[in-house]
């Protein structure tokens, strides 16, 4: 297949026009990234998202590595010189490596099996007898007789029919057809069951100890699961098929002489096949299928949480403290000013064993009034409630003897032990130990997720379902991608951002992101975005792929703090001149009614200054709300002064919680107690909700309602349906 074929496959399946996928997949080739693809080459690729483009990129990859595979295994058949213009004809029009691989099959070097040791001593021609199905009479023992050969270890004429229908049973399993109606027939009616292997061994997979699901309908957080527990010894899993509607779909598709006198034999020769080779191969097939779309759902669940997560909206301007709770090594304290610069840390040991409440309110007391905090960030570990407890005590203190406002948030600190033993902590904090880096990171995850939690794996942020179950590298490139998109989404000042934010923007490697901070650190701010250009490592295609996603707010020209790439500058002000606001950047804001005042038509103004309608569209967005930040648009973090325990909960509640996880069955929401609730999906709307994501997203502040506490067991069920 060419390219061009490519491309049309391509469209038909997304519901593109062929020319978008041809035009993205030439900017894929030619080194652009996927970020500057959607952001500044609408016009090319008709306004694709980067959802739209990594799949385009996804599947071409696909389909040229199924075309280099065609090419290996038509090379190796013609080899052979078994290559009919028939078998060339499907190799060539398949659209999926499964079916190529089923093709290649009967061609395929192989290990010495029971048919091949029956080829070995001749029993070839017999087996073709039994395939052939042309002798209608006569004894099947007597036509076996002349293939005895004691010397080739076939005694008598029963060894010799027994070999001759192992080949058949091999020919069978390896028809490409043969297994595609099969793996059709398990996809469609198999059943996958899981068994304890100990029916009396306590685990968390008791639910699995003897559970059925239809294969089609068996859904991905239930396969990860029950995968989890067959690792991990407790489960036996396997599918369970109708056999004998399996075997009669295979007779019928080999059996075309009834009256042959082979009959008996083919048939048993095909029930030997389907039950020692074909079953087993497709079940084996089907399972890893399973597996790798609940591994794809999963790190989809996992990226789009993260994504949300990456764009709850910083907390500026704010004094902050944080505390990494703890019982016997103590809570860990630190405060950071507006900036995220480390001001003052110390340690309290308010829980057992020490017990020291009055001496931690005292020195939590005395950094409080020291540096004016306004906001304590408490991480969600261990000794987290207790800690809430001791600082909303501590909050309602102060508010009584007349001291300033302070509030709480509980911040999820997933990663941050990571980040605390990582070379960047110890970079930032040389004099510092571990476990006063933690909190610092609790704080500054308050103060600017983005800019905290890129300096962290995703995988340990703890926001996915199964993430340490599914096939790493693909989590791991997908995660990537989502720090990617969600830091150039964004954007950052090149002027304060670390290396570690840096190295996510597009073009940037981590040796370019540390080549600009030590630029800065040598040169000092940057004043404008063509500076960069004199950064070691950043040529004029990693300038270009860069430089719209990096802000210089303050600098020489009041362009470089928006998202307008330099390569639209001269239209730009083309744009402002034509409407005489050239030099007064309040004024930008109004452009987009003025335009309307006069009855402006943005297709004919786009042609006037020189760039594409979506082009246009851009640069007036960003002249109404230049330095923009997407993120302050999103939901704010609930800042509490009180604490509620579990036992102060009654069914009927209505309260305000933030969205913690969202997973297939619903979502868990922090309402400000011990434990987070559980939404079931059920409980999300008055219809039917298939799912979650579709209603909720991770940093959400909803309003829910209590329907039922489990104090034993520390569970709590919500409803949106308030």
Excluded at 343 to 349: F, H
Excluded at 359 to 368: D, H, Q, V
Excluded at 682 to 689: L, R
């Amino acid at each position: 297949m060419s390219e061009k074929d490519f491309y049309q496959i391509i469209a038909e399946e997304l519901g593109l026009r062929a020319i978008q996928v041809a035009n993205t997949v030439e900017l894929l080739d030619g080194g652009n990234t996927v970020p500057f693809i959607a952001r500044y080459r609408k016009e090319m690729t008709g306004r694709l998202d980067e959802e739209q483009i990594r799949a385009i990129q996804e599947r071409i990859k696909y389909l040229r590595m199924l075309e280099e595979r065609k090419a290996t295994i038509l090379k190796s058949i013609e080899e052979q010189g078994k290559l009919t213009p028939e078998l060339k004809a499907r190799i060539e029009s398949t659209l999926k490596l499964q079916e190529l691989e089923d093709l290649y099959l009967p061609y395929r070097p192989k290990k010495r099996t029971r048919a091949t040791i029956a080829r070995e001593r001749g029993l070839e021609p017999l087996a073709e007898m039994i395939l052939k199905q042309d002798i209608e009479s006569g004894d099947p023992q007597e036509l076996a007789q002349p293939f005895v050969n004691p010397e080739k270890e076939v005694p008598d004429v029963e060894a010799a029919l027994a070999g001759a229908r192992d080949i058949v049973a091999e020919t069978v399993s390896d028809d490409a057809d043969v297994r595609k109606r099969i793996r059709s027939l398990v996809q469609r009616d198999g059943i996958v069951h899981s068994e304890a292997r100990d029916p009396a061994k306590r685990s968390d997979y008791e639910t699995y100890y003897d559970y059925s699901e239809p294969v089609r309908r068996i859904v991905p957080h239930r396969i990860l699961a029950i995968n989890r527990g067959e690792r991990e010894k407790f489960l036996k899993v396997y599918i369970e098929v109708d056999e004998q509607k399996c075997i009669q779909a295979i007779e019928k598709m080999y059996i075309k002489n009834p009256r042959c006198i082979f009959l008996p034999h083919l048939k048993e020769a095909i029930r030997d096949g389907f039950k020692r080779l074909v079953f087993p191969a497709i079940e084996r097939e089907v399972r890893a299928e399973l597996t790798e779309r609940a591994d794809a759902h999963a790190i989809q669940v996992f990226a789009r949480n993260l994504k949300q997560l990456l764009l709850q909206p910083p907390v500026r301007n704010k004094i902050i403290m944080g505390i990494d709770p703890g019982y016997r090594t103590g809570c860990k304290v630190a405060v950071i000013d507006e900036t995220g610069k480390y001001l003052e840390g110390d340690t309290i040991y308010p829980h057992p064993p020490q017990n020291q409440v009055f001496e931690a309110k005292t020195i939590l007391r005395r950094l409080i009034d020291r540096y004016q905090v306004d906001i304590i960030a408490i991480g969600n570990g261990t000794a987290s409630r207790e800690t809430e407890m001791l600082v909303a005590e501590l909050i309602r203190e102060i508010r009584e003897s007349g001291g300033r406002e302070v509030y709480y948030t509980i911040v999820n600190e997933a990663g941050a032990s990571v980040y605390s033993a990582s070379r960047v902590a110890k970079e930032e904090f040389p004099d510092l130990d571990a476990s006063m880096r933690g909190n610092i990171s609790i704080a500054r995850r308050l103060m600017d997720p983005l800019a905290e939690l890129v300096k962290i794996d995703p995988k340990h942020i703890g926001v996915g379902l199964y993430q340490h179950d599914v096939n790493q590298k693909k989590l791991g490139e997908a995660l990537h991608a989502v720090v990617e998109s969600a830091v150039n989404q964004v954007g950052v000042d090149v002027n304060t951002a670390s290396a570690s934010l840096l190295k996510y923007i597009s073009g940037l490697t981590a040796r370019t992101a540390e080549n600009i901070v030590k630029y800065r650190d040598a040169h000092g701010k940057f004043r404008n975005r063509e500076q960069l250009k004199e950064v070691p490592g950043i040529g004029d295609i990693a300038f270009q792929q860069a430089a719209g996603f990096l802000r210089i707010p303050d600098g020489d020209n009041p362009l470089d703090n928006t998202s307008i790439h330099p390569e639209s500058y001269e239209a730009t002000w083309k744009l402002l001149k034509k409407f005489g606001i050239e030099k007064a950047p309040e004024e930008w804001r109004h452009l987009r009614q003025r335009i309307q005042g006069e009855n402006g038509e943005l297709a004919s103004l786009a042609e006037e200054i020189g760039v594409g309608v979506p082009t246009l569209e851009d640069i007036l967005l960003n002249l109404e709300k230049p330095g923009r930040d997407p993120r302050d648009e999103m939901p704010r973090p609930i800042f509490r002064s009180d604490v509620l325990k579990m036992e102060d909960l009654r069914e009927g509640m209505i309260l305000k919680g933030t969205v913690r996880n969202v997973v297939d069955f619903g979502a868990f929401v922090d309402i400000g107690v011990k434990r987070d609730g559980l939404v079931h999906v059920s409980e999300m709307g008055e219809k039917y909700v298939r799912n979650p994501h579709e209603v909720v997203s991770v940093g959400d502040v909803i309003t829910v309602k209590v329907i039922g506490i489990d104090l034993e067991r520390g569970r709590i069920q919500l409803s949106m349906k308030v």
